[in-house]
C-alpha cells in the first residue's frame, strides 16, 4: 500500500471541498487498485456527490436542518452547535473508497470527491491518501 496525508484548510464556514482533481493526481499511472480516503478527525466526513450544480450546497442545507447550529448539544465547548459537528461523521462517515482502473478514478460522470467540514473552530484539516494496488 501507498499512502501519504495532505492538508487542507477549510475556513470559518460550513464547507464541501472538492478533492477530485488531487485523488486523481494520486491515482495517475498507478494501475488498477482501490484508492482508500479516510480522515483523521472526529469533526469532518468524506462524500462523494456532484458539485457546481448546487448538490453541494444542498449537502450543508441538508445538514444544517439536520444539525442545527444551536444550543441543543451536550458537546458544548467551542463555537454554538459545535456538538454537531461530532455528530455529523455518523452521517457523512470520515472515509471514501473509489475504484481505480488503469490509474483513473472509476467515477461516474457528476460524481466528485468531498471533504465536509461543518467544525468552523479547526480550519485545518487531513486526509490519508491510500492506494492498494490490484
Do not use: K
Not at 50 to 56: R, V
Amino acid at each position: 500500500m501507498d499512502s501519504e496525508t495532505r492538508t487542507y484548510r477549510t475556513g470559518a464556514e460550513d464547507t464541501v471541498l472538492d478533492l477530485t482533481r488531487d485523488c486523481a493526481d494520486f491515482v495517475r499511472d498507478r494501475g488498477d487498485g482501490l484508492l482508500h480516503l479516510f480522515v483523521p478527525h472526529a469533526t469532518a466526513g468524506l462524500a462523494i456527490l456532484e458539485t457546481g450544480s448546487g448538490s453541494d450546497d444542498d449537502l450543508l442545507a441538508a445538514l444544517g436542518d439536520l444539525l442545527p447550529a444551536d444550543d441543543r448539544w451536550r458537546h458544548r465547548h467551542g463555537t454554538p452547535g459545535h456538538g454537531r459537528s461530532h455528530v455529523m461523521p455518523a452521517l457523512v462517515p470520515p472515509y471514501a473508497s473509489v475504484p481505480v482502473l488503469g490509474g483513473e478514478l472509476a467515477l461516474g460522470t457528476w460524481q466528485s470527491i468531498c471533504l465536509v467540514d461543518l467544525n468552523v473552530d479547526n480550519h485545518q484539516r487531513h486526509v490519508r491518501f491510500s492506494f492498494l494496488a490490484g
